[in-house]
């Protein structure tokens, strides 16, 4: 369901009355601030509030009694330092808010990071609206059978299309019951338990508020191949906001995390060894295959590489 | 769906072979140690596991180097006075870990207390049973006109057997469906997407574990009366278990927490006038309509009182 | 030590050059922005930055597509209702950021509130100021006999001069080892040893950053009469903050939070006999003598009354 | 100060009645229960409860009915997995709870780690003991020039002599009027205010609970070469604990994190030229002189190599 024309307009009110602050501020991130980023079919991510940008962190990170910043590449390397080390804090001086549509599958994965401020619409007080997700056909995909909670290959595409007809027609029959639930000319029945009726694809939403350190840290996590897609588009798109929002942290985070590659001290050994010169092979490299797969597939320039 | 036998095996196993420990140990509650306690119509709580007793919150408020327990009554009085007063983390010395079943529409309003530990069965790992909720006919009940976030009275007898039967329709297909989804002889569906055509009362299972400052917190926001029924069940069972496991604590919880209220600062100037002889009505207390009709119910010795 | 020039001025730059947003802005706040608060001989408090204001509160708890407000007396009704019945969730939705300076004891009790953002001035990195705390005569107090953890009335006059005279003497001869002990002339220890020789009043600094549900929480229990002087006249100072900051949520604090009081089961009961005109005296209440003495003193109007 | 023979009898009495219990039991742990390992000259750590084992970790993720545990390597094979792709909630289902004896400024630094439960000895309300922290003359150690925040070598011994008497001194001097202040005869200032004329260095203690994922951050974090000398000795004790308490955890935790690396993104570029056989210098590596040097030191099988 597309935005309606109230809701539009709701978005668009804040823009023609901009006010005067002493805040830090900034620029690229307030001309995208309130506008909806589209996701999946109806959902959608966008940013209501945050505080702080690159200064900030490095203002907390000096206690100053200023803004704290210093000539720029200075600053660029107290954030890769700050970054590399794992030094938390500072990043938890910046805090952004978003209001996110998602289906009630994503929002169960999503609501398991728990350092973050949530209010969801209630289906105790409102009635949800008639949305649910219905993947794009090259997004159905057959069980992996290597990864036992991902997905391989697209179906079909007649077999694409039967999943998604059964999907949206169970969809649409839980709805349709839903709203007779509720209807107070037959039932009237408490949306508490009306509620129940729906399937796991219908669409809530919610403000959702969480400080730069837990907010990469929800992006590393989600933002990875290994997450389910429907919830790494919404990774995704925050990592994009983040790059308008906090350039410098963005890219420290891209080197030294979403980038980086953690060697065990196993695989410290194995590659010791190559450096010196010796053919290891899988073998005799002391990994377990699957280890030893990954390491392979990072030194080629792989996923993490 | 009952316990299957291999079930109620697994669970008996550990009751064959006890341990011995010098740990804080409490008879009554290892007594009732990984029975489940049955509720709803599929699901149940068991503890799995406990740390602490009444005596490790005076041994951790006095900073002992034994056991810190004294006489009976003093322990009692220290434990009653730090509920009084809200000195937390004493009780936060405690934890137990529960497994629970239990519908997910009720998961998504428990999940919300974060100041806990959780594994939740994975769907995309693995395949729901086939379980839904479905209520018990005196439990389908109407929307409250009062309280827009509640349930009013039971539906007519006729009326509930037709919202039992079109829930229990609509759960039946969905899930029938979800297994035709994940048929590798007909669609092998990814489980994390098939799982999206589950409705939402749907069993989950998790593993929760909490410390008593939390779990306390937990009980009396869910045993409260305004709490959706479903999960109101889960958290008076867990106050069942309390009495068994810290009796002394429990006592307090109930005489300064569940059995207490919350005069305002105008509640209060009410009661004074009312103790002075004066006759106080409702259009001159200064109260809003409903906290004055609030404040009438607990001194008449309703609810909270 | 007061305030450096270069201090003053990096204090004031920001003010010079204001930025153009479009987030909710508070201009009372703004006012008030980055100016100290002088607080006790050394301290200040001060906002560096903030998110949200009173409408973000109903915006969050509407998960509203725009501002979210509609008339000010519904906004406010809201915001009591959410007060009254702790609702938590939308008030974690506002966030404050302050620079603090404090002494060190005061910070080891300021520390213990977990959910908060902290970056402090380090003294392993960095050295500290020559600044301690020294109490003004009049709150030299000796200690309570009835408060195990409180003080009672102020000692006479010279008494307290001869304390105050050995608080200096001692601080400043622990700094003056602890420069001592750093110089690279004499001795040029590290300074993450060097510090251990300092004093608990000595001052420290730090970035705080909370969100509004943690911070009334803070408040609640700091600014309370029974918490150290030293930590409630920073409670009381951030108090003041917020009425300028949230007004409408500040004067539901007040009313419902911090002028509230509650009554055990116990004190329901004998409020009750009253009501219904029983004489009920200490020794027929059922409560205990500290419980029955509180309550009289909240119903002749006393502290929290 | 060593145990007074009251508290050694406190800590081992008990041993003297040992229970029965279902949960699961470690019996290395049991063997070392409540016994203080001495650290530093006057502190201690000593386990006083603990909740699960290895195969608590297993049982939660597999969100068993039993023990869930399966054949040892399996299990084995499953932390492993676990704790290399950082599954950190069922690490969250065991928890730990010491009793610590530590300086204040140690206190300062451990208490940053939140997410942890703690109940401090209270020197408002309660004299603490007439104990501070000397070090032993080897490890007074000169400010390091490379590391802003660390120590090089060891002063000589004479001028390590003069520190050492220079903190004993200040120490003992403060805790004399520390006394004098109490003293009833000669002021009787409250607690909470004579507590401040204490040095950085006097012991505190507390009782600190965690849960196994978070205590292996705080190990990693301070059993790092970085951390300070005298908090890491509390970690490297905790870790000792770790390989009683849960073997196989342990040994993940030293092959996937603390004997881990994690290359940055430019540093993984630098490898895979090596290994293709290309010669790179630090001058054409991309990489900054410290993030080169740190790269050949682990190369080289330096520290956490």
Known sequence: MALTDDQ????EAPRLSPSTTLRPT????????????????????RVVDYMGDDGAIVQAARVSYGRGTRKVSEDAGLIRYLMRHRHSTPFEMCEMKFHVKLPVFVARQWI??????VNEYSARYSILDREFYIPSPEHV??????????????????????VLELLRRDAARCYDDYETLL???????????????LTLNTYTQWYWKIDLHNLLHFISLRADPHAQYEIRVYAEAMLDVLRDWVPVTAAAFEEYRLGAFTFSAGMLRVIRRQLAGEMV???????????????QAVLAGGPNG
Chains 1, 2, 3, 4 share one sequence.
């Open 8 to 11: 539009r307009a709701e978005i």
């Open 183 to 197: 209807d107070p000319e037959r039932y009237g029945l408490a949306r508490e338990l009306a509620r129940m009726n």
């Open 281 to 295: 092979t899988a073998e005799d490299s002391g990994l377990s295959r699957r280890e030893w797969d990954e390491m």
């Open 141 to 162: 995909a057959v069980q992996s059978v290597s990864n036992r909670q991902g997905r391989a290959e697209a179906l079909p595409a007649g077999k694409a299309a039967e």
């Open 112 to 117: 398991r990071h728990r350092m973050a401020n």
């Open 26 to 45: 900034v620029a690229a991130l307030e001309a995208r601030l309130f506008t909806p980023i589209d996701l999946l079919d109806h959902g959608f991510l």
